[in-house]
């Protein structure tokens, strides 16, 4: 049902119009895709006015953010509205609900906007905002967790050098080994499936990784063991695909990767070796 349906229209001056006091993410109103919607307004009109609710003194926006801004910019007097009556609540979920039907959000806002929902503004639980917005609630729960990492790794994310999947994957990790693995992953391109297997070899401590303060020798030393237990996963990955091939060629294939992942092996407990040797 169209929520807006018994909404009523009017032209409302401008300055009787204010942003909203929840928003849900702050656009760049000088961002090429503004400046597209400001000519399309400027050549076309406005084709679809804007959703307003009234309080004791003017007016709150809720939806429509970007057209209010760019009629603002074209000094415009008047702009059509839609007026009806929202609770904060209901003012918050059609906005969220506008930006992601817009995939105008990157994950990094999806996740700070539902953590307002919950966390901040205690609308709600996961569940209740997953109905709201037809979301499941693993996908906001995880989006939530990527708020979790470090400033320097939702860099990584805002700049899509890291996706949002690998970004999960990473996020029940302690701080130290997250930067190590986010490092490895970009470098190599690591699939999710070796991601998984490099935090599994790191919660079961099968190479000594201990969570204590180290020195700078003993963390450049942890760099080394993750680097060779990427390339272990990198291995597996190769021994599953040549059992793929036909007998003849199987067995020599496989002998001689059997043979470098031993190689490997060595080398994480020279690493490990190492390390007890390096100052705490």
Not at 48 to 63: C, D, S, T, Y
Not at 108 to 135: H, N, P, R, T
């Amino acid at each position: 049902m169209d929520v807006f349906d018994n909404s009523i229209v009017e032209q409302i001056e401008l300055r009787m119009i204010r942003p909203s006091k929840f928003p849900v993410r702050y656009d760049a109103k000088n961002s090429a895709e503004s400046a597209n919607l400001k000519t399309s307004i400027r050549e076309h009109g406005l084709l679809q006015p804007i959703v307003v609710r009234p309080l004791e003194h003017g007016f709150e926006i809720v939806a429509g953010h970007r057209r209010f801004h760019a009629c603002k910019s074209l000094r415009w007097r008047f702009i059509p509205c839609k007026i009806r009556e929202f609770s904060d609540k209901q003012a918050y979920e059609i906005q969220l609900t506008e930006n992601l039907q817009r995939k105008s959000m990157d994950p990094l806002e999806e996740a700070e906007a539902y953590q307002k929902y919950v966390v901040d503004f205690g609308w709600g639980g996961v569940s209740d905002l997953a109905q709201k917005i037809g979301k499941s609630s693993n996908y906001i729960t995880h989006r939530m967790q990527l708020l979790k990492l470090s400033s320097d790794i939702k860099e990584k994310i805002a700049s899509r050098r890291l996706s949002v999947s690998q970004a999960i994957e990473v996020t029940a990790l302690d701080p130290e080994a997250e930067t190590g693995i986010v490092d490895e992953i970009i470098g190599n391109n690591l699939t999710i499936r070796q991601i998984r297997q490099i935090k599994s070899r790191i919660s079961q401590d099968e190479y000594g990784y201990k969570k204590e303060s180290r020195s700078k020798e003993a963390s450049i030393i942890q760099k080394d063991t993750l680097a060779l237990k990427v390339a272990l996963s990198r291995i597996d990955d190769l021994i599953d695909d040549a059992h793929k091939l036909s007998p003849a060629r199987r067995a020599e294939l496989v002998e001689f990767l059997m043979n470098q992942r031993r190689t490997i092996h060595s080398m994480i407990d020279d690493a490990i070796h190492c390390k007890k040797k390096c100052p705490g």
